[in-house]
């Protein structure tokens, strides 16, 4: 998968999920917490969504601000599961 | 006594004592006393007075911490405002207290800008973070501007005087009303100290605790950590939320937490961790409120922190906390909410105000110096709640749930005598629901109910029709909503329905809508 695939899939998942539809300048470097777009169970629906969407495995000690509390973080963090998988 | 003097008599006996952590930034008691001794002399400067109400809207930070102390020490009361609060009800809440002060973000500031023209009684507004650009724009609004970096370096350190007393106003916290409109909640500085000192007697807190926060400063269970902390000398870790167990559960064991207070939530969220491999040595207690926690959860949290005392408490904002059950209980009436707390007196009464025997389905009654005084500007609504007690001139608060006691005593929550729906803990209006779902175009009709929720206590349900010819999706209607409530008034379900049950006289029959959706 591309990688401008997996950005623009992850940003979708995220402006649907947990701002119904309606991205309103969310920016890729911004953080979803401060923003107040995810909070502790929209992390977990994250999680299951990167999981089932890329079949990666989240590892508990994954879940931590650098993988996932940006777009540009996600995205970097999948590229990195995916590659180390191949 | 007054409120301020929690964190004064901290700094007199532990100067040099970590009292906040945030992030990786440790402070001692010494350095947060000066700092909110000198926000409180710009505030005094900026025109705050005796009695004036200061807003502080931010997230959980040491801004938001050392604010809440300088607007004490100025004479002034603090309201706190979840730092998810949308504009509108943020100006809302401006305007009905009369605040003369903000302390903001710039970034917030930046979401506010439609209010600077709205707000005629606000005249100064203190930025934290804020670039040049977004310091002008509030001053073009018609603002003071005063930096928070700036205070910070320079100004007076020593405590201004003293002009409160302690049946002085210390706080406005705004709840759900009936009527859709937030109420301002009013605690003086009696009715903080006498909760705190009654919580931290149960909960045996002593300087040597260090207690970890995640619920927002805006909601009373967390300013109250905040607060006994400061009244004990103790520590305490501020987080802005429970996102990422990992890191918090690291960070409960590496700062040696002793007191980890908990909401359903966040309890479902540790429930669905492997936490086999973590050991929590100096973890002495978990408190959950908001809602009762399922009993399977409390069976498997025991199981997962077997030397952890739990205890599951019950409160309204109106009194901040009516009881808790000793965790020695627990396993005897698990689904009990327990007692009073120490200096405090709490009884079910029938609808003539008698009080009832146990067994007997009544409305909880709370007799006790944490009562608050009343709803801000807000005299009928009072009257409702605050009704004369045993002793002339006192008031006691009628909290409008339902509740049975045991034989010995013990209280079990028993519903709602209004239709006011209790979500994550919170009270919310379904009135103020539905009038911000009846103002989307293609809305006929909408009644908002809570429904059984095992996390959530109740979850939001907006049940609509909507108008000929009107297309409207769920993802609509939550958008809608998501930008003019907060994140727990926001209904979690979405239903379309072609017509609403009515009653005889021809208003939607809430009844009967839940009965629908028990069935369906």
């Given at each position: 998968m591309q990688t401008i695939d997996i950005e623009s899939e992850i940003y979708k998942f995220v402006v649907d999920s947990f701002m119904f539809g309606q991205a309103a300048g969310l920016a890729y470097d911004e953080s979803l917490l401060q923003r107040g777009v995810i909070d502790s169970t929209g992390v977990l629906e994250l999680v299951s969504f990167l999981q089932e969407n890329f079949n990666i495995t989240v590892e508990d000690n994954e879940i931590i601000p650098t993988n996932l509390e940006t777009i540009n973080g996600i995205v970097a963090y999948v590229n990195k599961k995916l590659n180390g998988k191949s | 006594m007054q409120l301020e003097q929690f964190l004064e008599h901290s700094a007199e006996r532990f100067p040099d004592k970590v009292a906040l952590i945030t992030g990786n930034d440790r402070y001692t008691y010494r350095q947060i006393d000066e700092e909110a001794n000198r926000l409180a002399h710009a505030l005094i400067a900026s025109g705050v007075q005796r009695g004036d109400r200061v807003v502080i809207f931010l997230p959980n930070s040491l801004e938001t911490v050392v604010s809440i102390f300088a607007t004490l020490k100025a004479g002034a009361v603090f309201v706190v405002l979840n730092s998810t609060t949308k504009s509108d009800k943020v100006t809302y809440i401006l305007n009905n207290c009369r605040a003369t002060a903000l302390v903001t973000s710039g970034t917030k500031a930046d979401s506010l800008s439609t209010c600077w023209a709205d707000?005629?009684?606000?005249?100064s507004v203190f930025l934290t973070g804020a670039s040049e650009s977004q310091a002008k724009a509030v001053q073009s609004g018609g603002k003071q501007v005063g930096s928070f970096e700036e205070v910070r370096k320079s100004g007076n350190n020593s405590s201004p005087m003293k002009k409160c007393i302690d049946i002085d106003l210390a706080a406005l916290i705004y709840t759900s009303g009936s009527t859709g409109r937030p109420k301002g909640v009013m605690v003086t500085h009696l009715n903080i100290i006498s909760a705190a000192t009654s919580i931290s007697t149960y909960l045996e807190n002593t300087s040597d605790d260090i207690v970890i926060n995640f619920l927002p400063l805006g909601f009373d269970y967390g300013l109250y950590q905040l607060l006994m902390m400061f009244k004990m000398g103790g520590t305490l870790v501020l987080h802005?939320?429970?996102?990422f167990p990992n890191v918090a559960i690291d960070k409960i064991i590496r700062e040696k937490v002793t007191g980890f207070p908990i909401v359903p939530t966040i309890s479902a969220i540790l429930l669905q961790m492997d936490l086999s491999k973590y050991n929590f040595p100096n973890l002495r207690y978990i408190s959950n409120t908001a809602a009762a926690l399922p009993v399977e959860h409390i069976r498997k949290l025991r199981a997962l922190f077997p030397h952890v005392k739990l205890f599951s408490m019950y409160g309204l904002t109106e009194c901040k906390r009516v009881s808790y059950l000793p965790p020695d209980q627990l396993d005897i009436r698990p689904t009990s909410v327990g007692r009073g707390m120490p200096n405090e007196e709490v009884y079910v009464v029938d609808e003539n105000g008698a009080r009832v025997g146990s067994g007997i389905i009544g409305e909880l009654v709370i007799r006790g110096s944490n009562v608050m005084k009343g709803y801000w500007e807000l005299p009928e609504e009072t009257a409702h709640c605050l009704k004369p007690g045993p002793l002339p001139g006192e008031r006691v608060l009628y909290s409008g749930d339902l509740f049975r006691t045991d034989e010995e005593g013990y209280l079990y929550f028993v519903g709602r005598k209004d239709d006011i729906i209790k979500t994550r803990g919170e009270k919310v209006s379904p009135r103020e629901v539905e009038d911000v779902i009846y103002a989307l175009d293609g809305v006929a009709e909408v009644a908002v109910i809570g429904v059984p929720d095992p996390i959530l206590g109740s979850a939001i349900k907006a049940v609509l029709t909507v108008r000929p010819g009107a297309q409207l999706t769920k993802q609509d209607v939550l958008r809608h909503c998501a930008a003019r409530l907060e994140d727990f008034m926001v209904p979690k379900i979405v239903e379309f329905q072609a017509s609403l049950p009515k009653t005889e006289t021809g208003k939607i029959s809430k009844r009967a809508i839940k009965v629908g959706a028990q069935e369906g």
């Open positions: - | 707000t005629p009684y606000l005249q802005d939320s429970f996102a």
